[in-house]
């Protein structure tokens, strides 16, 4: 009881933090906010491609598509920016589809670095064609969100704070769709492979489909977040989306644990907390390669499983706690002398 209660309360004081924190904050701040919300879905589907063993270093270029897609379509295609946004994680999947062809032919390492290849030719498209990437430039003044007007009320979002709660709806919707698809028999087939992959393909299972299934539902949402991502900031280019970005990635999902979901987004928001708060409040921001790098050590040094592993503590303490007698658990049995 204790331990549920504790649970409730946490997230009740959770869920009032997140409502009020733009309006608790500077403009700048919010700005911050409005990107932490993406990275959490960029990490979070980042994830769910982790649960069959795989590593990709190609998963912010998969968001990049998402970016780019959701951008062509509503510039030169005149595609509301809601249905392009969509369509741009949909062409984020089906480039992870195509992709998966010859990166599955690989494990291990060698996807590792298949994937880092993959990324940079798409990068390298980005750059060489002007049209209609627009090279090194990238893409510039790209429709945002469009203003809802109800008469009595207007929402413009290119207010940071009203932006934020519309990738707020997105990502709390995304990430109860990643959790249902984590503990289905899809996302327990996803566990089967990483673990024992032969052992799944002799009693019949597709590792190979199985696989891609992972790597495009990843994509799509990662996709999804690049698309928030560009109707945000209004412009995307190629260095936005290259492996200095992706190594922060994999910084926040190990500091963050990946055995559980919550794990990768409790790893980017302590992250960017450290980063974009303290490290700017004191000014040495500029350390934030060399301080993530320290992180990621003494992470792996002391705590192996991430900072999920401090929350699963704290939990089982509760529950010994709740158990304990006089701590609304059960008291011990009176012996049978007492009962007589």
């Known amino acids: 009881m204790l331990e549920r209660n504790t649970t409730v309360l946490a997230i009740v004081l959770l869920g009032a933090a997140v409502i009020a924190a733009p309006h608790l904050v500077s403009f700048s701040q919010q700005e911050i906010l409005v990107l932490l919300t993406i990275n959490v879905l960029v990490v979070a589907s980042y994830r769910l491609l982790t649960l069959t063993g795989e590593w990709s270093l190609a998963h912010v270029v998969m968001m990049g598509v998402g970016a780019y897609g959701s951008a062509l379509y509503t510039k030169n295609l005149g595609v509301p920016v809601p249905l392009a946004m969509i369509a741009g994680a949909v062409t984020a999947g089906v480039a992870a589809s195509i992709l998966s062809f010859p990166l599955f032919r690989m494990k291990g390492f060698y996807f590792l670095i298949g994937s880092f290849a993959a990324g940079e030719v798409i990068r390298l498209i980005w750059k060489r064609f002007t049209d209609p990437f627009g090279g090194p430039k990238g893409i510039q003044r790209i429709p945002g969100f ?195």
Do not use: C
């Open 146 to 340: 469009p203003e809802i007007d109800l008469g009595f009320v207007q929402i413009d979002f290119y207010n940071p704070a009203n932006y934020y709660y519309l990738a707020l709806i997105v990502v709390i919707f995304s990430l109860w769709v990643l959790y249902r698809v984590e503990h289905s028999r899809i996302g327990l087939t996803f566990h089967a492979i990483h673990w024992q992959d032969k052992l799944a393909e002799s009693v019949g299972v597709d590792t190979f489909r199985y696989r891609m299934m992972a790597f495009v539902i990843a994509s799509f949402f990662a996709g999804l977040g690049g698309a928030l991502y560009a109707h945000y900031l209004i412009t995307v280019n190629p260095n936005q989306f290259d492996v200095d970005t992706m190594v922060y990635v994999l910084i926040w999902a190990i500091v963050g644990g990946t055995t559980r979901w919550y794990g990768p987004i409790l790893g980017v928001v302590v992250l960017t907390v450290i980063d974009e708060v303290i490290l700017r409040a004191i000014g040495i921001d500029q350390l934030r390669p060399l301080l993530y790098g320290g992180i990621l050590i003494l992470a792996i040094l002391f705590l192996p499983n991430g900072l999920e592993s401090l929350v699963i503590r704290a939990s089982e303490a509760l529950r010994r706690r709740g158990a304990a007698p006089g701590h609304g658990g059960a008291a011990a049995s009176p012996p049978p002398e007492a009962r007589s």
